[in-house]
């Protein structure tokens, strides 16, 4: 059994910083693609990609990151994070943490349960 746990959401004042822990555990032999999305009100069911990070490093964000947001891996940890600069009050959702994982049943995408990230005054 592979679990995906997320750390580090909570609330912050606009143009404040949080950082975001994603840690995988279980029977985990190896882990590809990792990544962060989030669901707003405003997308409804929609996740929306934040950033991903390739098992060499390359990273993708998503279009309104704009620079305030840096993804980053630790593979000894099989973990990701995502450090979050220059929250505004559109941040405001439940990120996620997936990883594409190779365990003992197999390669399969994997999902953790969110983390909640309001930013208000």
């Known amino acids: 059994q592979v679990q995906l746990m997320e750390s580090g959401g909570g609330l912050v004042q606009p143009g404040g910083s949080l950082n975001l822990s994603c840690a995988a555990s279980g029977s985990v032999i190896s882990i590809g693609t990792m990544g962060w999305y989030r669901q707003t009100q405003a997308s409804g069911r929609v996740r929306e990609l934040v950033a991903r990070i390739t098992r060499d490093g390359r990273t993708t964000d998503g279009d309104f990151v704009k620079g305030r947001f840096t993804i980053s891996r630790d593979d000894a940890k099989n973990s990701v994070y995502l450090q979050m600069n220059g929250l505004n009050p559109e941040d405001t959702a439940v990120y996620f943490c997936?990883?594409?994982?190779?365990?003992?049943?197999?390669?399969?995408?994997?999902w953790g349960q969110g983390t909640q990230v309001t930013v208000s005054s």
């Open positions: 997936e990883a594409r994982i190779t365990s003992n049943l197999g390669l399969a995408d994997y």
